[in-house]
């Protein structure tokens, strides 16, 4: 998940004086970040690193991400006139992540790399607000007040998104996860109406790619149901939903990803491995379960707690 490096010396050396948008930009910094995880903790696949406003960087619009806050956005995104400054992407506008991906794939052999994008509704949340918010509240008034425009804004999202993943999964990674971390905020019915349909377009565009689609979300448990139905082949849960009444929401026909609270990483070695088991065992109940946390790893997490946890997931589930 995201910034399992962040909890890592190793990578708190390695980025010291260099931004973060200046680090998703450079290939030999991407491929040593991305590694770094997979030596310490013997991971079953790597995460890509970069950041979901990578592509929109690369469409025209100056941000940046900042430590401890997140991304920034300059100018926001609230109408037509701005709307014309978020132009599509070529491939070649991110050609550091080709470059990137091929130098990873080649350097990590057999084990899979996991490509990402931001959905629509995140990316649009970020663009409006001018950077990370808790009430969504200039987000929700244009969705609500002016769906001509919030249509056109996530529709152009949805066609950079899309672009940016093919450019990943024709460089070589093995599964594609979109990160819709914000919808959370939604109820199922605007979320059917305003975001669906912008994130099935993503989702519809990778059918043929060969790859698994992973779709994740925070505090989705009312939209798993239809975050599946938007195209994914495994739907992301957080804690909040035990994985066994995940997957009657979601159905028999896709795969889970979750659940441990990152939180529990710090409540002693006894609580860890209880939960882990629980969730082990509750995953068991759908058609396939890909064992991660909930969300994100804490900057402040002990790496040696992460690695058991690695260790712990192989052993109970070889069995
Ligand atoms: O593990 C990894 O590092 C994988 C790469 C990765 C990053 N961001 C690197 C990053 C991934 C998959 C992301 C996705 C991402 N970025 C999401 C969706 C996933 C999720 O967690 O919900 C979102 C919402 C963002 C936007 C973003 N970028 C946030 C909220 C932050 C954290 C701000 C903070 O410091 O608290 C970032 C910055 C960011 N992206 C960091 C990393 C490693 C931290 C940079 C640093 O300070 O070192």
Wanted: charged residues 20%; contains cysteine; negative net charge.
């Amino acid at each position: 998940m995201r910034q399992a490096g962040r909890s890592l010396p190793e990578y708190r050396k390695i980025r010291q004086g260099v931004g973060m948008l200046e680090s998703c930009r450079r290939p030999d910094l991407v491929t040593e970040i991305t590694l770094q995880p997979v030596r310490r903790h013997n991971v079953d696949a790597a995460i890509f690193f970069s950041d979901i406003v990578v592509p929109v960087a690369a469409a025209g619009i100056d941000l940046d991400i900042v430590a401890g806050t997140g991304p920034v956005v300059a100018e926001p995104v609230r109408t037509e006139v701005d709307l014309a400054r978020l132009r599509a992407i070529e491939p070649g506008d991110v050609a550091f992540i080709t470059e990137a991906v091929e130098l990873l794939v080649a350097e990590l052999g057999t084990t899979p790399l996991i490509g990402f994008a931001g959905a629509p509704f995140t990316l649009a949340s970020y663009l409006i607000e001018g950077g990370p918010s808790r009430t969504y509240l200039k987000t929700k008034a244009m969705m609500y007040g002016a769906p001509d425009l919030w249509n056109a804004l996530l529709a152009r999202l949805a066609e950079i998104t899309l672009t940016f993943l093919k450019v990943q999964v024709d460089a070589g990674v093995s599964a594609v996860q979109l990160f819709d971390s914000w919808a959370g905020a939604l109820s199922e019915a605007d979320y059917r109406r305003f975001v669906m349909p912008h994130s099935a377009s993503v989702l519809r565009g990778l059918v043929d790619a060969g790859v698994p689609r992973i779709h994740f979300g925070v505090g989705t448990a009312v939209l798993l149901e239809a975050m599946g139905e938007a195209g994914a082949d495994v739907v992301g849960v957080d804690w909040r939903t035990p994985l066994d009444v995940a997957t009657k929401r979601i159905g028999p026909d896709r795969s889970v990803q979750g659940n441990l609270d990152p939180a529990i990483l710090f409540a002693g070695w006894d609580t860890v491995e209880r939960e882990a088991r629980r969730v082990l065992q509750q995953g068991g109940s759908a058609p396939g379960h890909v064992f991660n946390l909930g969300h994100g790893v804490m900057p402040e997490t002990d790496p040696d707690v992460l690695t058991r946890l690695t260790a712990l997931v192989h052993e109970v589930s070889s069995r």
